[in-house]
């Protein structure tokens, strides 16, 4: 059974930073390229960063550019999302998910595999 488990969310003031990790169990880590969604309250998931399976590629959305960073260990079954400046609009619940696409994407429908989480709160 996969299994998807972020954590490192909390409260943060507004130019903090936060990193978020996702452990991944029951699946071949290295066969997926993985993303991270975020989805604040009346909003719909939107697709913040994405890596390829190797790591080699990588997308992210205009609104987290500059300032957040994806990376994953393969050996580690893990993946990562470095926050920086953050800004109260990004204030979100903030997913990491897995699909078996061979090219990295921002399409949410493309990904089987969700965790359940992790608050991200910035204050002002």
């Known amino acids: 059974q996969v299994h998807l488990l972020e954590s490192g969310g909390g409260l943060v003031q507004a130019g903090g930073s936060l990193r978020l990790s996702c452990a991944a169990s029951?699946?071949?880590?290295?066969?997926?390229?993985m993303g991270w969604f975020r989805q604040a309250p009346g909003k719909e998931h939107e697709c913040v960063a994405a890596?390829?399976?190797?790591?080699?590629?990588?997308y992210y959305a205009d609104s987290v550019k500059g300032r957040f960073i994806i990376s994953r260990d393969n050996a580690k079954n893990t993946l990562y999302v470095q926050m920086n400046s953050l800004k109260p609009e990004d204030t979100a619940v903030y997913f990491c998910?897995?699909?078996?696409?061979?090219?990295?994407?921002?399409?949410?429908?493309?990904?089987?595999?969700w965790g359940q989480g992790t608050q991200v709160t910035v204050s002002s």
């Open positions: 998910a897995a699909t078996p696409n061979f090219q990295l994407t921002n399409n949410y429908a493309a990904y089987g595999y």
């Open positions: 029951g699946l071949t880590f290295s066969s997926y390229a």
């Open positions: 890596i390829s399976r190797s790591g080699g590629g990588i």
